[in-house]
């Protein structure tokens, strides 16, 4: 492993799983077992952002990733303004005005000469979900002792569709997949 894929993806359908299987097609990485890991980057890692991941081994295999994932579905509505259903209880009208919320996954890296680290980010806001990446990532830089030069985003918008599920991926795909069994 001397690369590590960031690709994203969205998906519409008529099921979540359906929705979260077609934004993992749209990445290029529906095809495989995704094992999830938590964020640090090996030193010896190349960090390459991509339209959608090249072919990383034969269907079925587990392939490590680090992932961000939001899905919406028909029933998900969010009050309209900030604060959600809190932030009606001094409004005239306690019946907030309703809104599909849309979907944003984000992944930031930071990467130097040696190890590096990724930070995962959801919401409905991509701005607001790359303040919160740049945040996590400052946070992440404070707790080790590396040299950090080089930081990235990418993040995946879509706004929801009506009586569907709409999901959003970001991910960070190691190496080649390797078999299961």
Do not use: Q
């Not at 899905?71 to 959600?84: A, H, I, M, Q, Y």
């Not at 809104?99 to 944003?104: K, L, M």
């Not at 991509?126 to 002792?145: F, K, S, T, Y």
Request: net charge negative; aromatic share 6%; glycine share 10%.
């Amino acid at each position: 492993m001397n690369t590590i894929h960031v690709a994203g993806g969205v998906g519409v359908a008529d099921t979540a799983m359906a929705s979260y299987d077609a934004a993992l097609a749209d990445a290029n990485l529906h095809n495989y077992n995704l094992v999830a890991v938590s964020s640090v980057i090996p030193a010896e890692a190349t960090v390459k952002r991509v339209a959608a991941a090249p072919d990383l081994g034969p269907p079925g295999n587990a392939l490590t990733v680090v992932e961000a994932r939001r899905t919406v579905g028909p029933g998900d509505e969010v009050d309209f303004r900030e604060g959600g259903r809190a932030g009606a209880e001094d409004a005239a009208d306690k019946r907030a005005p309703r809104r599909r919320p849309d979907v944003a996954a984000g992944l930031g890296w930071a990467t130097g000469p040696g190890p590096g680290i990724f930070y995962e980010v959801t919401g409905e806001d991509p701005e607001a979900v790359r303040d919160r990446i740049h945040a996590g990532l400052d946070d992440g830089i404070a707790l080790r002792d590396w040299t950090f030069t080089d930081r990235e985003t990418h993040v995946e918008t879509a706004p929801a569709e009506p009586d569907r599920y709409t999901t959003a991926v970001a991910v960070a795909a190691y190496g080649e997949s390797e078999p299961i069994l």
